[in-house]
């Protein structure tokens, strides 16, 4: 069965800090993993998408990292800011189904001052 | 660039009713078009696919007949709720994804709520 698992749940850590957030995914036909933001009451946004031969990404303070063999990937947040609270969803695309998503539940990140 | 636009971003109305969402790409011409549902605290769920001008492909369990879908241009989809029940309440989002690209740009949402 496709499913992407994500953890922590939630998370709270303090301004300025740094976080990491993990998937692990059983999809396949594997086509690219893609990490959002998504802000209360928006729409998800794209930080990185990755294929299978990409190991890491960066936007800015986000960086992805991918594991292809273990089927796992991770986005590190750098010197987090208040504005980095959001639900943060890890997507896997199917190579099949054109290119059908498969979203994980989110993990909900909160920055404190 | 690669944006998607959704109206109205929020709608309140009585059981029994129907109320048309729609979803629009501004910059792109969108050739297929994604419609989700949100419920609080779960994850996007994919209710259909569109295909400029052909049928929308529904996802198992979910009633075409209640939620029409029409993808007549290459920029406009609309989600048009049918007979709404409070049930029906819910965060519905739409993206789109222009030919030949694998990036699937969302909308920002709809929030529907019925009274």
């Known amino acids: 069965k496709n499913q992407v698992e994500q953890s922590p749940q939630s998370l709270i850590i303090l301004e300025g800090k740094n976080c990491t957030l993990q998937c692990n995914y059983t999809v396949s036909p594997f086509s690219n993993l893609r990490w959002y933001k998504q802000d209360t009451g928006r729409g998800p946004v794209s930080l990185t998408i990755?294929?299978?031969?990409?190991n890491t990404k960066s936007n800015g303070r986000y960086t992805a990292t991918l594991d292809a063999d273990t089927k796992q990937s991770s986005l590190h947040i750098t010197a987090s800011q208040l504005s980095d609270s959001a639900s943060y969803i890890c997507?896997?695309?199917?190579?099949?189904?054109?290119?059908?998503?498969?979203f994980g539940a989110g993990t909900i990140l909160r920055v404190k001052s | 660039g690669a944006v998607v636009s959704q109206h109205p971003s929020w709608v309140i109305c009585k059981s029994g009713t129907s109320v048309k969402i729609e979803c629009r790409s501004l910059?792109?011409?969108?050739?297929?078009m994604f419609w989700y549902r949100q419920f609080p605290k779960q994850s996007l769920m994919l209710m259909a696919t569109?295909?400029?001008?052909?049928?929308?492909?529904?996802e198992q369990g979910v009633e075409k007949d209640k939620f029409l879908i029409n993808h007549a241009s290459l920029t406009l989809s609309t989600l048009t709720v049918t007979s709404a029940h409070p049930e029906d309440s819910s965060f519905y989002i739409c993206?789109?994804?222009?030919?030949?690209?694998?990036?699937?740009?969302f909308g920002p949402g709809t929030r529907l709520t019925v009274t």
């Open positions: 910059d792109f011409q969108a050739t297929t």
């Open positions: 997507v896997v695309s199917l190579m099949e189904y054109g290119n059908k998503l498969v």
């Open positions: 993206s789109a994804r222009d030919l030949g690209g694998i990036e699937q740009y």
């Open positions: 569109s295909n400029e001008g052909s049928k929308a492909t529904y």
């Open positions: 990755m294929t299978f031969s990409e």
